[in-house]
């Protein structure tokens, strides 16, 4: 394979697999805030952002670790026949089917872009109380989407190289 092709794999991997190890911790903010909204709600009155907040930040952990987790291989796959074929078979049929996940992810990051565009023009807010910006998760989103689009791309360099006989 070609040394660019390696190093784009190579960062690709890197960049999700970092983002991924962060956006872990978002759970603990997660649980800061639900914690937070319970004990507000037992002892005074509960704050108006927490749920919202919290949805916000599930998203985020969502969608940002979307990548790392097809880069572990967590993501759901129908294994009737696929467990038992060749690396080379799995390979061949994978650089297919990439096609439509690229796809699929192609037509959520442009709706994605649109959404974001719209809201960053007129400053759309939440319809809540608490009334927050929602630019700024609908950037999120379209963050953790192109992620997955680059590890599909580099799943697809790799299966590429696994036909040619080669190793990435």
Do not use: H
Request: charged share 15%; hydrophobic share 55%.
């Amino acid at each position: 394979m070609p040394r660019f092709l390696v190093r784009f794999v190579k960062i690709v991997d890197t960049v999700n697999y970092r983002v991924g190890r962060m956006s872990m911790y978002l759970l603990f903010v997660l649980t800061g805030v639900l914690l937070y909204a319970i004990i507000a709600k037992a002892f005074w009155r509960p704050p108006l952002w927490t749920q919202e907040f919290a949805q916000f930040t599930l998203v985020a952990y969502f969608v940002l670790g979307g990548a790392y987790s097809l880069q572990l291989g967590a993501n759901v796959r129908m294994d009737l026949l696929y467990g038992r074929w060749s690396l080379r078979r799995r390979a061949a049929v994978d650089a297919v089917t990439v096609f439509a996940m690229i796809g699929f992810l192609a037509v959520i990051l442009w709706g994605g872009i649109e959404s974001t565009l719209y809201a960053l023009e007129i400053g759309e807010k939440s319809r809540s109380v608490w009334a927050p910006y929602l630019a700024p998760v609908k950037i999120v989103i379209c963050i953790g989407v192109f992620l997955m689009i680059l590890q599909s791309i580099a799943f697809l360099i790799r299966d590429i190289a696994m036909l040619r006989g080669e190793r990435l």
